[in-house]
């Protein structure tokens, strides 16, 4: 079975452009996550989602990001602008649950903004 | 101060030596993970615990709940090993990890 799908695996971009990244979690996996990890650190988490309903968006700086995760199955996460310190790999993980579940994670999308 | 710590930050070692990478946690917590990240490449769940130790292949993981600790070591390393080991926990009542920075771990054939 095909594990957490991502793309694209690489963006270059110039500020203040949009940019958008799509995920497809692991098939019947109802809870997924997005995550931001900068170089030499952990990831951080951005928005997670409960099928379709996003349950905890605090970390998720709302003047240009956003997600969405339309009918509870693939989701996109934007950015619009895009800044330079949005450099990074954005990682989508799923899980079957939101409980002691192991999460999943995709291959991330490393993003370049110059 | 973080709430998770990992030592060390990076780690070279010889091919066979023994490992150990060191997590430390300041929060109650439901469960710990463990995690293996090649460079360019995703992140791969190794393990998850709530107590004890757990064991796959060369790979060993345990956790001290009172003392808030726990350990990831490899036996008799590969250099397919290296990697970076990121530890996470998820804490009491709450639905998302929390992260450590990570262990660059190198092994040198």
């Known amino acids: 079975e095909a594990g957490v799908v991502q793309s694209p695996r690489y963006k270059i971009i110039e500020k203040k452009q949009p940019v958008a990244f799509w995920c497809n979690p692991i098939?019947?996996?109802?809870?997924l996550y997005w995550y931001r990890q900068n170089l030499g650190q952990g990831p951080e988490l951005l928005i997670r989602?409960?099928?379709?309903?996003?349950?905890?968006d605090s970390q998720l700086p709302k003047d240009r990001f956003s997600a969405e995760r339309l009918k509870g199955v693939d989701s996109t996460l934007k950015i619009q602008p895009a800044e330079l310190g949005d450099s990074a790999v954005y990682l989508c993980?799923?899980?079957?649950?939101?409980?002691?579940?192991?999460?999943?994670f995709g291959p991330g999308t490393r993003l370049l903004v110059l | 101060k973080n709430e998770v710590e990992q030592s060390p930050q990076n780690l070279t070692a010889q091919e066979g030596e023994f490992i150990t990478i060191n997590c430390s946690y300041s929060?109650?917590?439901?469960?710990l993970h463990w995690l293996q990240q090649h460079p360019g490449g995703g992140i791969v769940s190794l393990f998850m615990?709530?107590?004890g130790k757990k064991k796959h292949g060369r790979l060993i993981a345990t956790i001290n709940i009172q003392e808030k600790h726990s350990s990831l070591h490899i036996t008799a390393s590969h250099p397919r090993d290296s990697a970076v080991y990121i530890c996470?926990?998820?804490?009491?009542?709450?639905?998302?990890?929390?992260f450590g920075q990570g262990t660059r771990l190198t092994i040198n054939p």
């Open positions: 993980a799923s899980s079957l649950a939101p409980g002691q579940e192991t999460q999943y």
């Open positions: 098939s019947g996996h109802n809870t």
């Open positions: 989602y409960e099928n379709e309903e996003a349950v905890d």
């Open positions: 929060v109650g917590i439901s469960a």
């Open positions: 615990l709530s107590s």
């Open positions: 996470a926990v998820r804490s009491g009542g709450a639905q998302k990890l929390v």
